[in-house]
């Protein structure tokens, strides 16, 4: 069964570093998204991307965050410069067109120390 | 600011009972409506969606849908230690492309 798979699982990193996370969409799903989850917290939506643009990003999606597909099938999560407050597992997912259900990656737990 | 509300629990059934786990929403125009189970440390799992109101039945799942009350639900029959898990309830607009605003989830414990 197709899956949406994420990369790296677990990432640690300093604060005021630069992360990377990524994400492979199941092929021909037109329509991506990542959400975090800050621990014990709910799953709260960061961005969503259609047609290589963003389509929607919350007031959590600062200058510090940006997205990318820079081939056809990676999708990834940029954070420039970390702060204590980003650790979180961040989700990728994405959706079919004219399906309207979302699959979640596993997940990347990131911690900033 | 659309909300999704759910009762944290945890709410806690003996095996084999049926588990009851409820979801408001403020946004009338949400559409779309979406049951998640999460196991601790892992990622969001689609149980069941839906879409009209009523219920709607998927195995020991039955999601039901009330847009008057703004209100969805998802019982699980015969419930199993299995299932002990939280719940999330997701909720998003009619159109695809749209994010789904969550609701902080339900912990259930099925108790052996």
């Known amino acids: 069964e197709p899956e949406v798979t994420q990369t790296p699982s677990h990432q640690v990193t300093q604060m005021g570093q630069e992360v990377i996370l990524r994400c492979v969409p199941i092929s021909n799903h037109l329509y991506f998204y990542w959400y975090r989850q800050i621990l014990g917290q709910k799953v709260e939506f960061l961005v969503s991307f259609y047609n290589n643009e963003i389509s929607e990003k919350s007031e959590i999606f600062d200058d510090q965050f940006s997205v990318e597909r820079p081939d056809g099938s990676n999708f990834t999560l940029k954070i420039r410069s970390t702060k204590l407050e980003d650790s979180a597992m961040y989700f990728c997912a994405s959706e079919a067109s004219a399906k309207n259900i979302q699959y979640f990656g596993a997940g990347t737990r990131l911690s900033v120390l | 600011q659309k909300e999704v509300e759910q009762n944290s629990g945890p709410l806690s059934v003996p095996e084999g009972a049926i588990a009851s786990l409820n979801c408001t929403y403020s946004d009338r125009g949400s559409q779309s409506f979406f049951w998640y189970r999460q196991y601790s440390g892992k990622s969001p799992e689609l149980i069941m969606f839906?879409?009209?109101?009523g219920d709607k039945e998927d195995g020991r799942f039955t999601a039901q849908l009330n847009k008057a009350s703004q209100y969805v639900s998802l019982l699980i029959r015969d419930s199993q230690p299995s299932d002990s898990a939280t719940y999330l309830c997701a909720v998003n607009g009619y159109n695809y492309g749209q994010n789904f605003v969550f609701g902080p989830g339900t912990r259930l414990s099925v108790l052996p």
């Open positions: 839906i879409y009209s109101n």
